[in-house]
């Protein structure tokens, strides 16, 4: 037993009050004798012994009374319940730092304060009242959950000012991801005593499916462990219900030519339940506005809006979309890296030529890669092809180039094997249409070489579609690699209408290969393998008609630029990429220990140093926290190379998961939920403490109230 309020229990004196009363009130009894007493003797001893009883039994009910009101306002709690290390403990707190954590909050003591800024606060009070001794680590839990220290501090000032450099900016909230981390944590917990607590607003963006009934492996294992951690759901929540933001914003080319033009189309997706109208859209070219248009969104509603624009310079180009209209003006604007060039220089490697027109298999590769070139026209293609016979090519060809495509290459003699893994290694391009001449036994064996080959997969032969049954079509699902997320809108080709008849059954094996795009018979068409500092890509299929009818599609051409231009800009900035993220810039061997200069779009900036990994020369950011433009530009030169960083567009839907199904998910895991601090800390302490014993007392109190009256009354009638 302990209690809260102990100084309080000095009040349970003042049961000395009834009792002094008592002993004053006693009267002296005087002895008188009387013949016929001795007749009345035994009726009056009882009668006496009744009253003894019964006075007694008032006289404790007076004294209990202020005891038990003392006890009650001194909050007493049961300890006997409490687990294993009554003082200090080690606290875990699951911060998310999404993106979506910079709204409004709902309550908040802090003027125009964010989510974020009273999740802090509300876990700086959390730390303040954790007995002395206790631990506290922090996990960061939006996009990859790391740890804020290395280890667990007692120092309960540490974590605010580490706190202070974390903005949030982080992407989607991945809760099994972020309990292991959790877990990890727990591991290095100095005492025996261990709470964890999530800390989140509880995006349903990010929380839906566990509501849903998905698995938490990661919390399981966390809630099996003994002595079992005491584990808490604390939402902090948003007044923020409208919301509107730039989903995507594609480009149709990833390089362009001097001016070339360049498409560019934005999504807009309102995320509220009202509509807005006449939305003021703005493009943005090297920070320069250029246009502007207009956009209304029905409620829940998208809209999409297309852009063209050309440069004329060659080098880095930055082309920004940006809305206004609402409140929340962080997801209101998308950034791209546009790389203006000369030329980008391609080898096409014929390992069957036509001769006929169209007949070879490359002949539609080389369309595709040039087609103002090939019809003649006035406008500037971008890349530029050398086709070559297999049966000729020499180690000269493979000079100054900066992607090889190999169609129906049956095999590779070895000096020109070594020469194209030379050629990737050092940066560049590789794709492959195998095609139905190729040894398979030469490319598993020479080519795939169990994975350390080249070639990103294992051939396990062809396979068809029979003649009475249908073509096997690309699968549609959302892209997610670079050069394919330009078809994820219908309207840049429909992909599905491609009909595959033959096709190699490819088997990648690891997790070094990624599939741009699948067939419907659970199939790769395309791989991807990082090999060296280039990329080689494998195709199931043939570059020309033998196969499928891919080459007579309009999105062909597109779709063979689109993969050409990204193998070709392996070793240069991306388009855009995540904030949260940071680049790492490859470089040559004689930049090693250059200094560099990164500007944020703020204007500040700091030095970025040239650094070695095996044989790889690098410069490297730490991770980005704000989206925009950024600079990097060489010490000493006018070189600069632009990043653009974006906002997960999964983080603009501010919608919150009910609380009946936080607390659905807490009781499934046997775990407590709070919505406010002072719930949090009301939990807290009949955890720390035990049971708190005030409301079974209050009803004893009244319960000896009733009782004096009673018996007062009684004795009264005699």
């Not at 006890?71 to 606290?91: D, E, F, I, M, N």
């Not at 934005?266 to 090297?286: F, M, S, T, Y």
């Not at 396990?460 to 096997?472: E, M």
């Not at 998910?665 to 302490?685: G, N, V």
Request: glycine fraction near 6%; charged fraction near 20%; include cysteine.
């Amino acid at each position: 037993m302990s209690f809260l309020n102990g100084i309080l229990l000095a009040g349970g004196l003042a049961f000395l009050i009834p009792l002094i009363i008592h002993l004053l009130n006693k009267r002296k009894v005087v002895t008188v004798r009387w013949g016929a007493m001795h007749l009345l003797h035994e009726v009056i001893r009882q009668r006496k012994r009744k009253m003894k009883v019964e006075q007694l039994l008032l006289l404790i009910t007076r004294i209990a009374i202020p005891i038990v009101l003392a006890l009650c306002l001194a909050r007493p709690v049961l300890t006997a319940l409490r687990s294993l290390g009554l003082g200090s403990s080690s606290l875990i707190v699951m911060l998310d730092d999404s993106f979506s954590m910079r709204a409004p909050a709902a309550q908040t003591t802090l003027p125009s304060g964010t989510v974020m800024q009273q999740a802090r606060q509300d876990m700086q009070t959390m730390i303040t009242d954790l007995p002395d001794g206790s631990s506290a680590q922090v996990v960061l839990s939006g996009g990859t959950p790391r740890k804020l220290l290395d280890q667990a501090t007692t120092d309960r000032t540490l974590i605010p000012k580490q706190l202070s450099e974390v903005p949030s900016m982080s992407g989607p909230l991945s809760a099994n991801d972020a309990f292991q981390a959790a877990t990890s944590a727990l591991k290095d917990s100095p005492n025996a005593t261990r709470e964890v607590v999530i800390v989140s607003d509880f995006q349903e963006a990010d929380w839906k499916a566990i509501a849903d009934g998905a698995a938490l492996p990661a919390l399981e294992t966390i809630s099996k462990q003994e002595p079992k951690p005491q584990i808490t759901f604390y939402r902090v929540g948003s007044d923020l219900a409208e919301n509107i933001s730039i989903a995507s914003a594609d480009i149709s080319a990833l390089v362009a030519a001097e001016s070339q033009p360049i498409g560019l189309r934005v999504r807009i997706k309102n995320h509220g339940k009202r509509p807005w109208q006449d939305i003021p859209v703005h493009l943005e070219a090297d920070g320069a506005r250029l246009r502007t248009a207009r956009v209304s969104l029905a409620p829940e509603g998208e809209a999409v809006l297309s852009f063209t624009h050309a440069f004329d310079k060659v080098g880095d180009h930055s082309l920004s979309v940006r809305l206004e209209g609402d409140s929340f003006a962080d997801d209101n604007a998308f950034h791209s890296i546009v790389q203006v060039r000369n030329q980008l220089n391609v080898l096409l490697i014929d390992g069957s030529p036509g001769k006929e027109p169209l007949s070879g298999a490359t002949d539609f590769l080389e369309i595709a890669l040039t087609p103002h070139t090939v019809a003649a026209n006035t406008l500037k293609d971008l890349i530029r092809t050398k086709k070559i016979d297999l049966r000729k090519i020499r180690n000269e060809d493979l000079r100054q180039q900066e992607v090889i495509i190999m169609a129906d290459v049956e095999r590779l003699q070895g000096n020109t094997q070594n020469e194209i893994g030379k050629f990737v290694k050092e940066g560049g391009g590789l794709l492959v249409f195998a095609g139905p001449d190729c040894d398979l036994d030469w490319y598993n064996r020479e080519f795939y070489r169990k994975g350390e080959g080249l070639y990103p997969a294992a051939i396990k032969g062809q396979a068809r579609a029979d003649s009475d049954s249908l073509p096997a079509r690309i699968l549609m699902q959302r892209f997610t690699h670079p050069s394919a997320l330009y078809f994820n809108d219908a309207r840049a080709g429909r992909l599905q209408d491609a009909e595959f008849r033959h096709w190699l059954e490819l088997t990648p094996q690891g997790d070094q290969t990624q599939r741009i795009f699948n067939l419907d018979r659970n199939v790769p068409l395309m791989i991807e393998k990082k090999y060296g500092r280039g990329r080689v890509i494998a195709a199931a299929t043939t570059a020309n008609p033998a196969w499928s009818n891919l080459p007579l599609q309009p999105f062909f051409v597109p779709l063979m630029q689109r993969l050409t231009t990204y193998l070709a800009t392996e070793g240069s900035a991306p388009a855009w990429q995540l904030v949260g993220s940071g680049f790492r810039l490859p470089l040559e061997k004689s930049e090693l220990g250059s200094e560099f200069t990164l500007r944020d779009p703020t204007g500040q900036t700091q030095t970025l140093k040239a650094a070695k990994e095996g044989d790889a020369v690098f410069v490297q950011s730490p991770s980005i926290t704000q989206p925009g433009i950024f600079q990097l530009q060489k010490v000493g030169t006018e070189k600069t190379t632009l990043f653009a960083f974006n906002i997960d567009g999964a983080e603009s839907d501010l919608k919150a998961l009910p609380a009946a199904d936080i607390q659905k998910i807490a009781q499934r895991y046997d775990a407590a939920f709070a919505d406010t601090l002072p719930a949090y800390q009301a939990l807290d302490r009949t955890r720390r403490h035990g049971s708190e014993l005030w409301q079974p007392l209050l009803i004893l109190l009244l319960g000896l109230l009733f009782a004096e009256v009673f018996l007062q009354q009684h004795i009264a009638k005699g």
